[in-house]
């Protein structure tokens, strides 16, 4: 007869099976179960709703960077980085044409003046580099934007274009960076323990130091979130009813949902936000970028 995995686990002398997943999964869950089962669980994935315009920005600004540190350090320029920039840009949920090139422009201004502050004769020891640990529950991966070296040690580097600068106390509280730190430590077998911030539109950038003891605390946290996961993904398997496995958290969160389209909950509890409504120069912006 087969054995559930629940009941593989607890036999005796079997090593614990170690739950995948990445800072973005377990966030997802915690922000709403529902949404974290559309995403993950159900098969085929619900049809998403339409793309965002502060995600085109982050993206283009993402990979041009990735792009320049690419270039031969001769050509790793202001003006290479604002043509990397064009090559890569996105349309996708601005208003209109009009918008789109606006922003464009902006962004340009925030990466020329970014790469101005760089050294290009500095390596970085990775770009978008997966890194990967285990804890006693979880094999967590992710991909860190760039590492640098600093002294003996490495220094994990998010970049970030939201409306608002980042601050040390956001670098403090992000389970990715923590994650990200414990994946450097692991994966490259070098010292990693500062995380930084950097912000592109107002050119400051935020840090941390992490501690064995903050480092602890994360990875605590991310655990008793895998673990509910597993009740719920037990729940489901068990025949609950997926909105009882998973249920919806609603919110103001809802207005911006990728699968808003598949939840009358969410559509119920706020209206609609328009796809260029998050972009810095408006009032309100999701967290992360």
Not at 213 to 239: C, F, P, W
Not at 262 to 269: F, K, L, V, Y
């Amino acid at each position: 007869m087969r054995q559930s995995d629940g009941a593989q686990l607890e036999m005796p002398g079997m090593p614990r099976r170690l739950f995948p997943a990445t800072p973005s999964k377990l966030a997802t869950f915690a922000d709403c179960p529902r949404r974290y089962r559309h995403a993950y669980v159900d098969r085929p994935t619900p049809p998403k709703g339409p793309p965002w315009a502060h995600n085109s920005v982050g993206s283009a600004v993402h990979a041009a960077l990735r792009s320049w540190w690419d270039q031969p350090r001769s050509r790793r320029t202001a003006g290479a980085a604002r043509q990397l920039l064009y090559g890569v840009w996105s349309a996708n949920g601005f208003r209109d044409d009009e918008q789109a090139a606006r922003w464009r422009a902006t962004a340009a201004g925030w990466i020329t003046g970014y790469v101005e502050s760089l050294d290009p004769a500095e390596e970085p020891v990775g770009l978008e580099r997966q890194v990967s640990c285990t804890t006693e529950r979880l094999a967590l991966t992710g991909r860190v934007d760039r590492i640098d070296q600093r002294g003996d040690e490495l220094v994990v580097v998010d970049y970030k274009t939201g409306r608002v600068p980042s601050t040390d106390d956001e670098a403090r509280g992000s389970a990715a960076l923590a994650a990200y730190v414990l994946g450097v430590r692991r994966t490259l077998r070098r010292p990693c323990s500062r995380v930084e911030l950097h912000h592109l539109p107002s050119g400051t950038v935020a840090s941390f130091e992490h501690t064995e003891r903050s480092l602890a605390n994360h990875v605590r946290r991310a655990e008793d979130v895998a673990a509910d996961i597993a009740v719920a993904t037990q729940a489901l398997e068990d025949g609950v009813p997926p909105d009882e496995a998973f249920p919806t958290v609603t919110g103001r969160q809802c207005g911006w949902c990728d699968f808003r389209p598949s939840c009358p909950a969410g559509q119920a509890a706020t209206p609609p936000r328009e796809t260029w409504s998050f972009l810095p120069a408006d009032q309100e912006q999701p967290d992360g970028s």
